[in-house]
């Protein structure tokens, strides 16, 4: 095969998911395409589905929904720049939040978040009658966005979802939904979850969006939130007390739990020789399947020593008790672990007799600080059902209600933060959303809110790791909604509700003296692209040639460019950027580390093969500059020693 000499371009949009699916397909099911293009036929075919007819099937459809299928489809040309300013520690901070149209950003960052998140939170808009402001221009998202932020002229009205029937609000909200879950879904990792706060209002559509695009049988559960007991005064008849937390999951989802409450803590009477507090529970498996055949290997003696209080797996003495899983109705059952994880438990292992049963059993300690619980064994002996009883959790309940995460808490900690507000507006509170953080997201795992809001989730997930240990991590996504002058947050100089937002979470960061978080904004692409020639005529082409001697937007800004670059090749915003010594041509180096991926990048106007050999590049590492900065035989030198691809 001849060796590649030809520089790439780097992409100048996010990726085209007509042609990510089509790839898909085609690795999954290449005998549906014919002459390279999807044969529908064949693919019903294969999928052992009628071909003739067209049979009504259930599913939920609506005005618009083809245009929805277009928004999630047509690729974005924006980019995301840095706002330092609005940042704490940039550097070194884990946490990202973005002020963008969130379909555009979810948009641009998919290259490099594709499978990468655990836990997805959102609180959308409710459709309760009032404006919800998204400018989802299929012609021109990026433009509507950038006139309504004001960063470019005011031309065309604002494109509003404000009902005037009841048909068209459904409608609108779900045409606003569909491609952004769409998105999320692709954001997932095989075991991570989506968690939607949502009242009645559009609850069951709701639900047919997310069978159509998760699948019933992904469908967690649908918990109710009591979280206003005093009940709100918005429908007839009924005082609303509560919402919904509707949750769906990708194949490998498992719950952590929810943290065990006071009276669940209450249960870990027992104290050892250390002070530490445990329960004790059954090693005996109970509840089906509890059999011996079930599980042959966990079916096993056990020899207890009376004199010591001791356990063993082999008998010591004469006078050893022999101890055998035996179930209620005296047949062979099992224990909950194998012979590897109960040898390395014996210290743990507890024996008693009982009068009423004449028979003896077996017990192990569940101690209250999970990291004083039992080892693990190897292979398949272990009983995995019983994890969690060692992460001290609880399974959650299908309703939720308690004080710390009513509204009126939601306030109070909203005004711990920002004691000069006096408004009641902010009404989720950041426990109930540790609560979802904590059920769904280990330590480390990445946590995504694209409906941001006030920067609730953002707080939650800071004070969760100060408070824990935990290094988890939170991108929020936040529409720049204009705030009205008249309201509270105007006379505090806040100009949109992404500004409260940043404020939350950097004011919750430097409370908690965390590594802070980035700040990113949707803009405008610095990459140049060929506009096309309107009347063919020389001049117009002449013009166009002359704009195209430099790849870049006037007025760009080497940082800016950077990210982009970054983004388009797919690496995470909290990748680590660095300078590669002090010389000109400068030269950075982008990492992101979580992936084991980067690029070194020089934007000069000019490069020597001196400058760059200097780096050390080898045949895996890629390179990145200006298309304007290479002649013919530097270009060709380059793509011989490294992955070259310019702008």
């Not at 096309?532 to 460019?561: C, I, M, N, R």
Request: with cysteine.
């Amino acid at each position: 095969m001849p060796e590649q000499t030809q520089p790439e371009r780097i992409p100048d949009a996010s990726p085209d998911f007509r042609q990510e699916l089509l790839a898909q397909l085609r690795d999954v099911v290449p005998e549906a395409f014919a002459d390279g293009k999807l044969d529908l036929e064949r693919l019903r075919a294969l999928a052992c589905e009628a071909v003739e007819g067209s049979p009504e099937r259930y599913g939920l459809n609506w005005p618009g929904k083809r245009e929805a299928i277009a928004m999630l489809q047509a690729p974005s040309r924006a980019t995301l720049t840095p706002a330092e300013s609005e940042s704490v520690n940039f550097d070194g901070a884990r946490h990202v939040f973005i002020e963008g149209e969130n379909l555009e950003v979810l948009k641009l960052l998919y290259r490099s978040y594709f499978g990468r998140v655990k836990l997805i939170y959102i609180d959308p808009p409710y459709n309760t009658g009032k404006d919800f402001i998204y400018p989802d221009d299929f012609s021109d998202p990026l433009g509507a966005y950038l006139r309504m932020t004001g960063q470019v002229s005011q031309e065309g009205d604002l494109l509003t979802s404000k009902p005037d029937v009841q048909g068209r609000k459904h409608s609108a909200w779900l045409s606003m939904m569909y491609p952004r879950l769409s998105l999320a879904r692709q954001f997932l990792s095989d075991d991570g979850a989506i968690f939607i706060s949502i009242d009645g209002h559009e609850l069951q559509n709701l639900i047919l969006l997310m069978d159509e695009i998760f699948g019933e049988e992904n469908r967690v559960d649908v918990i109710s939130v009591v979280n206003n007991l005093k009940g709100r005064n918005d429908r007839d008849n009924v005082a609303t007390c509560h919402e919904y937390l509707v949750i769906y999951a990708r194949k490998d989802f498992s719950s952590r739990g929810l943290p065990l409450t006071d009276e669940q803590k209450a249960l870990y009477k027992e104290v050892d020789l250390r002070g530490e507090k445990y329960a004790l529970r059954d090693l005996r498996k109970r509840g089906r399947p509890d059999r011996r055949e079930d599980r042959p290997k966990m079916f096993f003696p056990v020899f207890y020593d009376a004199a010591t209080k001791t356990c063993s797996l082999e008998r010591r003495a004469p006078t050893d008790v022999e101890i055998e899983p035996k179930r209620g109705d005296g047949s062979d059952g099992r224990w909950r672990w194998g012979k590897q994880r109960v040898e390395k438990n014996l210290d743990l292992l507890h024996a008693k007799y009982s009068k009423k049963k004449d028979r003896w059993d077996v017990s192990h300690r569940v101690y209250l600080n999970p990291a004083l619980g039992p080892l693990n064994g190897d292979g398949e002996e272990e009983d995995d059902d019983d994890d969690a009883v060692y992460e001290r959790t609880s399974k959650s309940k299908s309703f939720w209600i308690g004080g710390e995460i009513s509204t009126d808490v939601a306030r109070r900690e909203f005004k711990k933060l920002f004691p000069e507000f006096t408004t009641d507006e902010y009404t989720k509170s950041p426990y109930f959303l540790q609560r979802v953080v904590q059920m769904a997201a280990g330590p480390s795992d990445l946590v995504l809110d694209f409906f941001a809001g006030t920067g609730t989730t953002g707080q939650a997930v800071i004070d969760l790791n100060t408070s824990t240990g935990a290094s988890r991590r939170f991108i929020g996504v936040q529409f720049p909604q204009p705030i009205d002058p008249e309201d509270e947050a105007a006379e505090q100089g806040y100009l949109n509700s992404s500004e409260i937002a940043f404020e939350r979470v950097r004011r919750a960061a430097g409370d908690a003296g965390v590594e802070g978080f980035r700040a990113f904004r949707l803009a405008a692409s610095n990459l140049r692209r060929w506009s096309g020639t309107p009347g063919q005529t020389a001049e117009a082409y002449e013009t166009q040639l002359e704009a195209f001697t430099d790849s870049l937007e006037p007025g760009w800004k080497p940082e800016h460019v950077l990210w982009e670059v970054a983004l388009r090749e797919g690496l995470a915003l909290s990748s680590r950027v660095e300078r590669i010594g002090d010389s000109e041509p400068a030269l950075f180096r982008v990492t992101d580390e979580g992936r084991g991926r980067g690029f070194t990048i020089c934007l000069a106007d000019s490069l020597t093969l001196d400058a760059v050999k200097a780096l050390g590049l080898t045949k895996g590492d890629l390179f990145v500059c200006r298309a304007t900065a290479l002649d013919d035989t530097l270009a060709a030198n380059l793509a011989l020693q490294c992955r070259l691809k310019v702008l």
